[in-house]
């Protein structure tokens, strides 16, 4: 064969694997990768949901803590659009997103945690349902989007040089990455049960000395003995309270003995609920605390309206 045949021939294969790579279907589809990044997408989701309905069912009125709601929920549906909507062929941009979403849930969880055991911004969390599927729902997700971070860069499409970190990681790397997210995500779920099991429900008015007054904002309203404002509910009837399930988490019902202090006029009785002791009621009003208010003199709860009706401060009618 001659030099020229040779060349021919080379040529000839040459072109026949170009058509044939040109021609190629697109690269199989990595339904792993898919999974992963739709249930990731999908817990950012749930988180910013429930964060968004906490927000607006009180915590919008807490300093401080209501912006951090906010922002958080702002940040759950970004990143959620962001790990969804990244294909997997940028994969320094899909890594980084899916990165920055399983950071994100993890830091959620600390400052829940956080605000459980020792508070943040003179605000501490009690134990709540929704807390408790907030936390379970952002170690889910700090799992699955660290393993959507690792996950290998997807195959097929034209020859390209060598990638290199962090568009595709070794094996070696990814598999101690994935080990130490793991952990993580190990420990992160047995600090949440620690801190469910250790935190408190929502207190109920003191027992033990009654009813009394206080001045805020130039009102005098009643309070329990010590010193938190009682709020009343509108749908509420003089004989039962409308307020059971979530609502008597973040507005729990003030107990105790029927005795009002000294200087408190007005009628001071008690209603009979279906979920624990009797209720105090002040003039046919059932009494409510409101988990907003971390301190004395607090009355955060006055106007909202949440859980069906208008929330008031108990004024002194004399």
Request: include cysteine.
């Amino acid at each position: 064969m001659t030099w020229r045949d040779t060349m021919t021939r080379r040529g000839t294969m040459t072109a026949a694997a170009r058509a044939a790579r040109d021609h190629a279907g697109p690269p199989a589809r990595d339904w792993r990768t898919v999974t992963l990044r739709v249930a990731g997408s999908g817990l950012l989701i749930a988180t910013g949901a429930i964060h968004l309905d906490l927000y607006l069912t009180g915590y919008r009125s807490i300093p401080a803590i209501g912006w951090l709601f906010l922002l958080q929920v702002i940040a759950a549906f970004g990143l959620a659009l962001a790990v969804l909507a990244i294909p997997s062929r940028l994969a320094i941009a899909s890594r980084l997103a899916a990165a920055a979403g399983a950071g994100f849930a993890l830091a959620t969880l600390g400052g829940y945690l956080l605000s459980v055991w020792i508070g943040l911004f003179g605000f501490t969390e009690v134990r709540t349902t929704a807390g408790i599927a907030a936390g379970v729902v952002e170690v889910a997700a700090s799992a699955v989007l660290a393993a959507l971070a690792l996950a290998p860069a997807p195959a097929g499409g034209p020859a390209k040089a060598p990638a290199r970190f962090p568009a595709q990681i070794p094996p070696a790397t990814a598999r101690a990455a994935g080990a130490t997210a793991a952990g993580l995500a190990l420990v992160a779920l047995v600090l949440l049960g620690l801190a469910v099991a250790g935190a408190g429900a929502a207190a109920p008015a003191a027992t033990g000395t009654g009813l009394k007054t206080t001045t805020i904002g130039g009102t005098t309203v009643v309070t329990n003995a010590k010193g938190f404002t009682l709020y009343s509910f509108a749908p509420d009837a003089p004989t039962a309270s409308k307020c059971y399930g979530s609502c008597a988490q973040y507005w729990p019902p003030a107990t105790g003995p029927a005795a009002a202090g000294p200087g408190l006029p007005g009628r001071v009785g008690t209603i009979k609920r279906t979920d624990g002791p009797a209720q105090l009621t002040y003039n046919g009003h059932p009494l409510y605390t409101y988990i907003g208010d971390s301190a004395p003199g607090q009355a955060r709860g006055n106007n909202l309206n949440l859980y069906g009706g208008l929330w008031h401060e108990v004024r002194v009618s004399r």
